[in-house]
């Protein structure tokens, strides 16, 4: 009976489960679009400008390739490469639920630059539409549509102010500050730029160059008098012209150039203004020095020579990884002239310094001959490796215009030079006019010599360079100062 009653049940139990169950009715299938595609484009060339980029430069028109999802679950992309590589690669833009797209400027500009063009000149691109469900499912390749864009500068630059007039008073002040955008709108990726001036109207044809790391650099009132003044030669309280224009480079290394700003400066000296009082000498003392920290230092190797008004500059023997100072005064510690900047901080290679800066100045790395240049007008040094010593440490006159005549060895020290700094010498002596003359490094010897080819001065000549017929003597006799300075490769002869 229990086994009876148990069969009864399980039957039951599988005609009810039977009742429950429904039949699975079949995926729905959907026939492909049999619709032809095709686009078209509403210009072949486009050319616009930078006000436009956000403006619509081209309109494209497709028809509806009628997936049986609808338009409204439908894609459209659109694919632009350069003519020649058969779409292998390619940029893109989409549109959904549309019949029409529109590529804005800056959308044409960003992929012909993509491709290679340059600016100003036309790039040959192509075009297709790519129709396809919104899955991507049954795609549509359109015909090629051909396409010519020049690429435009979408780099601008901007100025507080197109007019300066300087003054000296007002020299720390600004005089004008730049800034720009960061141009290849659309381009992702690195980009550098530089700032580029001229003479204004000469089209950029000789360039100063300044190095950038933001989208600004700003100008003091002393920068632009002295690039008016000194590097354009503007006379003090006329007006000249300076053009600006920004470079820009992007990780393609493409280049473009922004608009051109163009400031009138009105400066106020025709001189350099120095950015710091500049001393009647200059001395350098430090570890990195044969003489070390000793103060006074010796001299005349450890004195500067003057190069000009505002700029000093010695030929030195320096010991790698030391450091140093430079003094107005020898043998006082008053005043000195170093750097703010930790010393490990600043570039031993040179910098900028500052009178009584807390840090002294890192030497090179190197043991090694150096040339340093101390400029007081832009307030910086200059250390530059050099691999043999111009400057002798004697130096003498010798010739038929000298009281001694062509004998070699010259009378000494009465045609020997004093050598007042680190590379200038000078020597008061009585020159006979309508003979020459020749300066040499050695007394006795014809190895080497140095002399010109003016009376009065000019280039400093070596060996064979000096002219057969020797250095001219003044037009008149006479008590005169001959000055030779090796740093700047002159010398002068002045009547007492």
């Given at each position: ?37 095709s686009a078209s484009a509403s210009a072949t060339t486009v050319a616009v400008a930078a006000a436009d980029s956000t403006k619509a430069a081209l309109t494209l028109t497709w028809n509806d390739p009628k997936f049986s999802v609808g338009l409204k679950n439908s894609k459209f992309t659109v694919r632009v490469a350069k003519v020649g590589a058969n779409f292998a690669t390619f940029l893109t833009k989409e549109f959904t639920n549309s019949l029409t797209g529109e590529l804005m400027g800056k959308d044409l500009n960003a992929m012909a630059q993509k491709f290679g063009g340059v600016i100003g000149q036309p790039i040959a691109l192509e075009m297709m539409v790519v129709a396809s469900q919104a899955n991507n499912n049954e795609p549509k ?356």
């Amino acid at each position: 009976m229990k086994i009876g009653f148990k069969l009864i049940a399980v039957v039951a139990l599988m005609a009810v489960a039977v009742g429950c169950v429904k039949l699975i009715e079949p995926t729905p299938s959907f026939a492909p679009s049999t619709v032809a595609f095709s686009a078209s484009a509403s210009a072949t060339t486009v050319a616009v400008a930078a006000a436009d980029s956000t403006k619509a430069a081209l309109t494209l028109t497709w028809n509806d390739p009628k997936f049986s999802v609808g338009l409204k679950n439908s894609k459209f992309t659109v694919r632009v490469a350069k003519v020649g590589a058969n779409f292998a690669t390619f940029l893109t833009k989409e549109f959904t639920n549309s019949l029409t797209g529109e590529l804005m400027g800056k959308d044409l500009n960003a992929m012909a630059q993509k491709f290679g063009g340059v600016i100003g000149q036309p790039i040959a691109l192509e075009m297709m539409v790519v129709a396809s469900q919104a899955n991507n499912n049954e795609p549509k390749n359109s015909n090629v549509l051909p396409l010519t864009v020049t690429p435009f500068s979408d780099l601008v630059l901007n100025s507080t102010t197109r007019s300066v007039v300087t003054s000296a008073a007002n020299a720390s002040q600004e005089g004008v500050a730049f800034s720009w955008n960061a141009g290849f709108i659309g381009f992702e990726g690195t980009r550098t730029y530089k700032l580029e001036y001229s003479k204004g109207g000469t089209n950029f044809t000789a360039i100063t160059t300044v190095n950038v790391a933001t989208q600004s650099k700003s100008f003091t009132q002393l920068d632009l008098n002295n690039i008016a003044a000194l590097s354009f030669g503007v006379p003090a309280g006329s007006v000249g012209n300076i053009d600006f224009r920004i470079r820009a480079t992007n990780g393609l290394d493409k280049v473009i150039y922004s608009n051109i700003v163009t400031v009138a400066v009105t400066p106020h000296s025709s001189k350099p203004v120095p950015k710091y009082p500049v001393p009647a000498n200059l001395f350098l003392v430090g570890d990195a020095s044969p003489s070390g920290w000793d103060n006074p230092v010796a001299t005349p190797s450890q004195q500067f020579t003057r190069i000009d008004d505002n700029t000093f500059g010695m030929i030195i023997q320096l010991t790698g990884g030391k450091q140093y100072l430079l003094l107005p005064v020898n043998g006082s510690w008053s005043n000195k002239y170093s750097v703010s900047v930790a010393t490990n901080a600043a570039n031993p290679n040179g910098d900028s310094f500052q009178p009584d800066a807390p840090n002294n100045i890192p030497g090179p790395a190197n043991s090694g001959l150096y040339k340093i240049i101390v400029d007081f007008v832009a307030g910086t040094y200059a250390v530059t490796p050099v691999s043999t010593n111009p400057i002798p440490p004697n130096l003498f006159m010798v010739g038929d215009a000298t009281p001694g005549g062509w004998d070699n060895p010259v009378p000494t020290p009465s045609q020997q030079f004093t050598r007042l700094s680190n590379g200038e010498f000078q020597l008061i002596l009585p020159l006979t006019t309508g003979k020459s003359y020749l300066f040499l490094p050695v007394n006795g010897s014809w190895a080497n010599k140095f002399g010109g080819t003016s009376a009065t001065g000019g280039d400093l000549l070596v060996d064979g360079n000096v002219p057969g017929s020797n250095t001219p003597a003044p037009s008149a006799s006479g008590s005169y100062k001959i000055n030779v300075n090796f740093l700047t490769m002159k010398y002068s002869v002045t009547l007492q």
